[in-house]
């Protein structure tokens, strides 16, 4: 063997031996790539998994949280129609009771108009008293009959209290 040759195979070894090397690494790294897809894999489907399950408690936990807004909605618009019931129903029920005093009042002003017409009227006549009837005939102070009849029949009684009696001489008024 020469240098040159002895050289040579050595730099072929070298070589081969690098080649070796690269090849061990080569294989080392699909090893490592295997390994590496298997737990990129792994965790790609854990994160999958994941986002999934993530997803769907999102899913769900929006739809509940969109119902209870919905049921809180609507109960909310209940309040207040029956607020704005109540409060309509009340402005009638005002409006009504104001109506109904209102009437009541004239109602009352009339009736004691009338009563005290019918007062003055009744204070204004005369009343027979023999018989209570409405008296036509007016013999003196506070005494007046309906009829020649009755004061006749009631001057047994009146003949001693009778202011007309001096003028009359104790006759009775109209004879
Ligand atoms: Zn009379
Ligand atoms: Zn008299």
Known sequence: MTDASSSDLHVVEQHEMEMGDVIAEQENHEYVDDRTK???SELQKHWLTNYHNSREKALV???ERLHQEFLADQQKIRAELLQQFKEELEQTRAELE???RDQLK???TKMLEKHRRELSDAKKKQ???QCENEAIYHCCWNTAYCSVECQQNHWQNHRRICRRRKSSSGQIPGQ
Request: charged content about 25%; aromatic content about 14%; overall charge neutral.
């Open 38 to 40: 298997r737990l990129l």
């Open 61 to 63: 936990e929006l739809t």
């Open 98 to 100: 104001a109506k109904y």
């Open 106 to 108: 004239q109602e009352s």
């Open 127 to 129: 009343w027979c008293c």
